[in-house]
Structures are given as structure tokens and as C-alpha cells.
């Protein structure tokens, strides 16, 4: 029997905050959801669910070309590819937490992919950054100790995001893996310290049809409301007179690897 509670793909719905510290000080707080998306179910969402499709228009859609190399390839291959690279088991499960397309439209600031080894062990996660320039960047980190209850990492920012942050800073990530519920805390430092603190959490439904359309109606337009919602609040730093920094080129490369040695590093 093909009953959801089955299924590792899910449907999360909590909020997110952002709040900077300094030069001035500016918070904000916007509920949403996510889809946790395992990669080798696609096929078999496509088929179940009506108002969801892959790669192809619906109410609400996932499509390959918004993830990875942008290329549209088939999704695994390209993970496993990159977790080779790495020097890190393949063959497990791969599990990408996102926002889906809502009637075509689709804008993920963070996206997260959490890879396992063939025994069940979580090895590694890849923060997949966008910008609203058209550009992405990969993270990907080894996880140091797969059974904590929460994983710790940092690494270097490489990809301009806001136009209101320099490039010399770190990322620390604090994650709660997908269970009961979710969450991802981000903090942003430069030589000076912590300067911004950015955290999404969400609780588990089942992924049918009905908690779909449910969120599109208590959550309507939501992708849109993302990139209005980051003009908006650009908007409000511009008129508190934040510095605002140019747009540097574009990484070289798509991906920034951590060695397995600083899967636990935080930078200072």
C-alpha cells in the first residue's frame, strides 16, 4: 500500500528570521514552508500526487534545473559526483530541503542537501546558495559526527549574497536534520564578529495532495512573497543608510568543498 507515512519526502511548515546587529539594527520574521525532496522518490511523487509535477508545470512543481549545476541533468548523478570529489561514500540516500516552484515561479535563497552513506550515516551537507543576480554557489561540508543531535559547521563565504555584506566573512551552520522537525540556524561574522543571524524551522506534515493545497491557501504566493520580501527589506536598510557593496565576480567554480579534517571547523 503506497501510504505517505511511508515516504521520506515531506512537507515542512515553520518560519523564518533574519536579524542583523549592526550598523543598525534590523529584524524580520516571515512564516513559510519547505519541501524535503528524497531524489529517488521523484519519480513516484510525479506519479501519486496531483498537484505536483516534476519537470513540468503544476500548482506546485520541482524541476532539476533549479538545483545543481542548473543543467537539468538528473540530479543524482550530479550529488554523487561531487561527494566522489570529496572522497566521500556514495549510494545513499539524498534528501534536498527547498522551496518547490508555485505555479512556475520558484526562489530559494538556501536550499540544503542531505547526503547519507549506503549504511544509513549521515556524511555530508551542501548549502546551495542563490543571489538574485542569477547566481549560485555550493557548500559542501563533511559531517563530523553524524549522530550529534546537531551539526555544527563553518566555512568561508565565496558567493555574493546582499548587496549590504561584504565578502570577508564566515558561515556558521547549526542544523537540526530532518525528523519531527527541522531547522537550520546561520551565523554570519566578519573580523568584527557576529553581524547577522538567520534561522528557518519547520514542523513535519505528510506530503499529499491536501497539506499542499492547504499551505497554498494559509501561505498564498509564497515564492513570490520571498523575492518581494527581499526588496522590501533592502529597501529599509538602503533608508537606514547601511553600507552597500558592489558585485563582485562570480567564484570561479560552482562548488566550495571543506576538507573532511575542518568538517567541524568554525571560522574565527
Known amino acids: 500500500m503506497d501510504r505517505s507515512t511511508d515516504w521520506h519526502s515531506a512537507l515542512y511548515v515553520g518560519e523564518v528570521m533574519h ?9 524580520l520574521r516571515y512564516r513559510l514552508y519547505h519541501l524535503l525532496i528524497d531524489i529517488d522518490e521523484l519519480p513516484r511523487l510525479h506519479q ?3 498537484c505536483f509535477s ?3 508545470f503544476n500548482l506546485f512543481s520541482f524541476h532539476s534545473r533549479d538545483h545543481g549545476d542548473g543543467s537539468g541533468r538528473p540530479l ?3 550529488i554523487d559526483a561531487r561527494l566522489r570529489a570529496a572522497g566521500l561514500p556514495t549510494g545513499g540516500a539524498i534528501r534536498l530541503l527547498t522551496l518547490p516552484r508555485l505555479l512556475g515561479h520558484v526562489f530559494n535563497p538556501l536550499s540544503v542537501w542531505f547526503c547519507h552513506a549506503p549504511d544509513g550515516a549521515l556524511t555530508a551537507l551542501i548549502y546551495e546558495v542563490n543571489n538574485t543576480f542569477g ?3 555550493s557548500y559542501l561540508i563533511p559531517v563530523a559526527d553524524p549522530h550529534a543531535a546537531a551539526i555544527e559547521q563553518g566555512i568561508h563565504k565565496r558567493l555574493h549574497v546582499s548587496p549590504f555584506n561584504g565578502m570577508d566573512m564566515d558561515y556558521r551552520f547549526r542544523v537540526q536534520a530532518p525528523a519531527e522537525a527541522v531547522s537550520i540556524d546561520v551565523k554570519v561574522h566578519d573580523a568584527e564578529g557576529a553581524l547577522l543571524i538567520a534561522r ?18 494559509s501561505h498564498p ?5 520571498v523575492v518581494v520580501a527581499i526588496h522590501w527589506e533592502a529597501l529599509r536598510l538602503w533608508l537606514k543608510r547601511v553600507p ?3 558585485l563582485p565576480p562570480a567564484p570561479e567554480q560552482d562548488i566550495t568543498v571543506a576538507p573532511s579534517g575542518d568538517a567541524h571547523h568554525k571560522p574565527t
Not at 536579524?19 to 529584524?27: E, K, V
Not at 528557518?200 to 491557501?217: I, K, N, P, S, T
Not at 504566493?221 to 512573497?225: I, P, S, V
Open 19 to 27: 536579524q542583523r546587529l549592526r550598523p543598525s539594527r534590523h529584524h
Open 48 to 50: 501519486r500526487l496531483r
Open 54 to 56: 516534476v519537470d513540468r
Open 76 to 78: 543524482r548523478p550530479q
Open 135 to 137: 547566481q549560485r554557489h
Open 200 to 217: 528557518q524551522h519547520g514542523r513535519r506534515r505528510e506530503l499529499g495532495d491536501a497539506a499542499l493545497l492547504r499551505v497554498f491557501f
Open 221 to 225: 504566493l509564497l515564492t513570490l512573497k
Open 244 to 246: 552597500v557593496h558592489t
